[in-house]
């Protein structure tokens, strides 16, 4: 799935990385345990959290994933999306909450087992 | 290859900014072109480690050795020391603020994240003295 599909389904407002909605993303992640992120041993594409501080961008930078889904529209700080678009980073903002996301994009055919 | 030997020092005051450290090492390993897998195990292993230094030990300083077979991570903190290695080993076993868990860490789960990326971790502490852990990541051998 694109990213610009992605973002269709979750009603998504972009903050940052607009030059790479076209990107593929097959595996996502879904958690406010940055921890857990960290521990995953597959490939992540797309995290999805409702935390928004500066950690999240560190472990997606971390674990190289390349776009992260803020949900319930919660607004990270501009030092938070700067962070992220140094990093070459795709950010979306979601009015989902965690729940109805993953449910949309679990039977979009997203996910991690 | 030379050896690289990279030192940083770890603030332990401030918890928005740590893993400074840990995207500077990456920088590093990357301009170096070594394989993205041991890249990757190498930044989980220090991240996870740095968090624990500014969650646990008020910071520190970390050294970082690369040469031709392997990374070796060395973090050193003159914290309060871990009294019981076993639990400290635990999933699920903590004992960090609840900034720490704010802010999506402190679920117990970094120190057996650090052994599983690492082929080699040691620990050594002294309570009132300090924690030193070392990790190294071979590059010819699977994570443990």
Redesign the interface.
């Known amino acids: 799935m694109e990213i610009s599909a992605l973002r269709d389904l979750l009603e998504g407002e972009v903050l940052c990385g607009e030059d790479r909605l076209d990107d593929e993303i097959e595996t996502l992640f879904a958690s406010d345990m940055m921890s857990d992120v960290l521990a995953c041993p597959d490939e992540i594409h797309c995290l999805l959290t409702g935390l928004i501080n500066q950690q999240v961008i560190r472990t997606a930078d971390m674990m190289d994933i390349g776009l992260v889904v803020f949900v319930r529209s919660k607004r990270p700080s501009e030092e938070v999306v700067e962070m992220a678009r140094q990093r070459d980073m795709v950010i979306i903002l979601t009015p989902c909450r965690m729940f109805t996301a993953c449910g949309r994009l679990y039977e979009a055919g997203l996910g991690l087992r | 290859m030379d050896t690289v030997k990279l030192v940083y020092e770890i603030d332990g005051d401030n918890f928005?900014?740590?893993?400074e450290a840990?995207?500077a090492v990456?920088r590093v390993l990357k301009k170096l072109k070594l394989p993205?897998a041991i890249v990757?195990r190498a930044?989980?292993c220090m991240?996870?480690g740095e968090?624990n230094m500014v969650i646990h030990a008020d910071g520190g300083r970390a050294y970082v050795d690369v040469d031709e077979e392997k990374i070796v991570i060395r973090l050193e903190d003159r914290g309060p020391g871990i009294p019981d290695i076993d639990k400290a080993m635990q999933e699920g076993w903590s004992t960090a603020s609840a900034e720490a868990r704010n802010?999506?860490?402190?679920?117990?789960?970094?120190l057996?994240?650090m052994k599983?990326n690492s082929n080699d971790m040691k620990i050594e502490t002294e309570l009132g003295v300090g924690t030193t852990v070392t990790m190294t990541i071979l590059f010819g051998g699977e994570a443990s």
Do not use: D
């Not at chain 2, 802010?103 to 970094?110: E, H, V």
């Open positions: 928005s900014a740590a893993g840990s995207t990456k993205s990757r930044v989980i991240y996870e968090i802010s999506g860490f402190g679920a117990g789960m970094g057996p994240n599983r």
